[in-house]
């Protein structure tokens, strides 16, 4: 059970989109639509973004939206902005009832 | 709303074992149908999960930390517990309690607790 792969920082300007991505394997994210996305501020609780691949939770902002193809799944964020600075991690159900967080990316606004 | 509170020693000694408590208020662990997990962030690394535990006492590990985790439930009390034995630096992390949805994902998480693994 590895980590899923994310790439370690993406960087935008205020407004810009920016997607983040997220591979695994076909045991994992391309087996099964249960990846979730998380926003964690240093110091802070993680925060749930997605979930169900492209599902959001009551309360978060439309900005952030969730796709997947084959064993990637990706995080989009349109219109950026400097509270969306913050470190990302996906997240996927790997089966028997066990999960396998990504390994993290940093987000820099501009 | 539900909210989520870790606690335990900050420090452990070396081959000695972790133990830490998440205390859930503003609701019962027992009212719906929702896992409850331990995840850990080593300093600089990412999240790792270790584990959850459902209300029965049901629990699924880590493969790769399977040997020495044990979670249990204490529902009188809403808390939930992790005992990780044997304990080396490796297990130096920030540990977060959180709240596992049926739709497998984490949406309440505790503010994390850092435990410290030194002589």
């Known amino acids: 059970q590895s980590a899923l792969t994310q790439p370690a920082s993406v960087s935008g300007s205020p407004g810009q989109s920016i997607t983040i991505s997220c591979t695994g394997t076909?045991?994992?994210?391309?087996?099964?639509?249960?990846v979730s996305w998380y926003q964690h501020h240093p110091g802070k609780a993680p925060k749930l973004m997605i979930y169900?691949?492209?599902k959001r939770p009551s309360g978060v902002s439309n900005r952030f939206s969730g796709s997947k193809s084959g064993n990637t799944a990706s995080l989009t964020i349109s219109g950026l902005q400097a509270e969306d600075e913050a470190d990302y991690y996906c997240?996927?159900?790997?089966?028997?009832?066990?999960?396998?967080f990504g390994t993290g990316t940093k987000v820099t606004v501009l | 709303q539900v909210q989520l509170q870790e606690s335990g020693p900050g420090l452990v000694k070396p081959s000695q074992t972790l133990s830490l408590t998440c205390t859930v208020s503003?609701?019962?662990?027992?009212?719906?149908?929702?896992?409850w997990s331990w995840i850990r962030q080593p300093a600089g690394k990412g999240l790792e999960w270790i584990g959850r535990i459902y209300t029965s006492g049901s629990t699924k590990y880590n493969p790769s930390l399977k040997s020495r985790v044990t979670i249990s439930v204490d529902t009188s009390k809403n808390q939930f517990s992790l005992r990780l034995s044997s304990v080396t630096a490796a297990d130096t992390a920030v540990y977060y309690c959180?709240?596992?949805?049926?739709?497998?994902?984490?949406?309440?998480w505790g503010q994390g607790t850092k435990v410290t693994v030194s002589s």
């Open positions: 169900e691949v492209n």
């Open positions: 997240c996927s159900y790997a089966g028997s009832s066990t999960y396998v």
């Open positions: 503003g609701g019962s662990m027992s009212s719906g149908p929702y896992y």
């Open positions: 959180a709240r596992l949805q049926m739709a497998d994902a984490f949406d309440i």
């Open positions: 076909s045991s994992d994210v391309g087996s099964y639509n249960l």
